[in-house]
Nanobody, 115 residues
Framework: QVQLVESGGGLVQAGGSLRLSCAASESIFSLTTMGWYRQAPGKQRELVASITSGGRTNYADFVKGRFTISTDNAQNAVYLQMNSLKPEDTAVYYC?????????WGQGTQVTVSS
């Protein structure tokens, strides 16, 4: 029911920045929680950052101080600003949304950080 479309991934050198976008088919107000997860090849998917409809944010320890999650209600979008990128950040990044106790996932966008 909820469609999420991610964009903004790409190839960047270590220390560089990327801004990921996730456009939702529903109003952000109807999504109680949104977040970003990532999955490296052969690894389990892990939480990167999340934000509630009330604006509360949560970050994984490995991105604190480097990444920022935010929403734009007018654009029905959630963003992940990634600064000071490291090769260890290389992964497919997925947007996640919660609505009416159901989980929705985007298709993922590849982020590759070269050393």
């Amino acid at each position: 029911q909820v469609q999420l479309v991610e964009s903004g991934g790409g190839l960047v050198q270590a220390g560089g920045s990327l801004r990921l976008s996730c456009a939702a088919s529903e109003s952000i107000f109807s999504l109680t929680t949104m977040g970003w997860y990532r999955q490296a090849p052969g690894k389990q998917r892990e939480l990167v950052a999340s934000i509630t409809s009330g604006g509360r944010t949560n970050y994984a320890d490995f991105v604190k101080g480097r990444f920022t999650i935010s929403t734009d209600n007018a654009q029905n979008a959630v963003y992940l600003q990634m600064n000071s990128l490291k090769p260890e950040d290389t992964a497919v990044y997925y947007c996640k949304a919660v609505r009416l106790s159901r989980l929705y996932w985007g298709q993922g966008t590849q982020v590759t950080v070269s050393s």
